[in-house]
Nanobody, 123 residues
Framework: QAQVVESGGGLVQAGGSLRLSCAAS????????MGWFRQAPGKEREFVAA????????YYGDSVKGRFTISRDNAKNTVYLQMNSLKPEDTAIYYC????????????????WGQGTQVTVSS
């Protein structure tokens, strides 16, 4: 089991940027696919982005494509989510998740989840 801890959330104005970080321990990080998901109040969890073990494969949700970038540093056991051109509709709790094996957009296939970090975008 991996322990997953997110950081970097906060309050930002529309059009601004934030970078989220996610540190994972307890498994060999370089063998993990990592994903970011978010959940806004009253809404279902939404896929944001995912990255394969070596960074060669990335996926993005349609609502963030072109604005968000996922990356990873295996030497630091950390994955990042750079969020630019933020909109009020990006307001949500952002969760980082890990799974051994192939990267996927499907949340239920991730086995280790963090507690989440709040991102609030004001208009």
């Amino acid at each position: 089991q991996a322990q997953v801890v997110e950081s970097g959330g906060g309050l930002v104005q529309a059009g601004g940027s934030l970078r989220l970080s996610c540190a994972a321990s307890g498994r060999t990080f370089s063998s993990l696919a990592m994903g970011w998901f978010r959940q806004a109040p009253g809404k279902e969890r939404e896929f944001v982005a995912a990255i394969g073990w070596n960074g060669a494969t990335t996926y993005y949700g349609d609502s963030v494509k072109g604005r968000f970038t996922i990356s990873r540093d295996n030497a630091k056991n950390t994955v990042y989510l750079q969020m630019n051109s933020l909109k009020p509709e990006d307001t949500a709790i952002y969760y980082c998740a890990a799974r051994p094996g192939v990267v996927t957009r499907i949340g239920k296939l991730y086995v280790d989840w963090g507690q989440g970090t709040q991102v609030t975008v004001s208009s």
